[in-house]
């Protein structure tokens, strides 16, 4: 069984093309600050796109990301994690 990814599928995921359920696949590093995003194409959470963490002693970069329902919960998400956005 091959486990590489296809490099097609890649290059749709970096340009942001590839199309499921509506949305547009894309790394969370080329969503904008305070956009709306889903964690899975079919997820009922959306969540907002925060601000960037630097690495530091603490950590590994990070962007942090709100729940748009409860704004007392935050996730921090690695720049390379595929989200789903809107497709306009």
Known sequence: MNTKPLP?????????????????????????????????????????????NRKDSFGAASFTCTDSEDIGRCIELKPSTIVYVEAY
């Open 8 to 52: 097609n599928l890649l290059l749709h995921i970096y340009e942001g093309n590839l199309l499921e359920n509506g949305m547009k696949v894309i790394e969370l590093k080329k969503v904008k600050e305070g956009e709306y995003f889903k964690r899975k194409s079919d997820a009922k959470k959306e969540y907002i796109r925060g601000h960037y």
